[in-house]
Nanobody, 119 residues
Framework: QVQLAESGGGLVQPGGSLRLSCAVS???????????MDWYRQNPGKERELIAR???????NYADSVKGRFTISRDNAKNTVYLQMNSLKPEDTAVYYC??????????WGQGTQVTVSS
């Protein structure tokens, strides 16, 4: 069983930055056991959108909407994945979720953290 806890959301002005954290805990000891660690975001009435991924091997992928502005990274010692968000835009406003996928394909989600970009 895997538990994820996101933090770091809040209100920021356009052009600002935030860093989200996703702390992983549970019976699976390490985020390096996960095939993927992902960040998604969702707005009311819309589908949850995959925006950033880091693989067990350390490869990263980004949605076009955030490429060049967001960076996903991880600290294996802290069992934590981060999403550094720069040059934020109002359209980045959403609830941001972390997801961990095991080698068996089982996915676990966090509870989400709200990010609001507004002047």
């Amino acid at each position: 069983q895997v538990q994820l806890a996101e933090s770091g959301g809040g209100l920021v002005q356009p052009g600002g930055s935030l860093r989200l954290s996703c702390a992983v805990s549970g019976s699976i000891a390490s985020i390096t056991d996960m095939v993927y660690m992902d960040w998604y975001r969702q707005n009311p009435g819309k589908e949850r959108e995959l925006i950033a991924r880091i693989t067990r091997g350390g490869l990263t992928n980004y949605a076009d909407s955030v490429k060049g502005r967001f960076t996903i990274s991880r600290d294996n010692a802290k069992n934590t994945v981060y999403l550094q968000m720069n040059s934020l835009k109002p359209e980045d406003t959403a609830v941001y979720y972390c997801k961990a996928t095991t080698v068996r394909g089982t996915g676990s989600w966090g509870q989400g953290t709200q990010v609001t970009v507004s002047s």
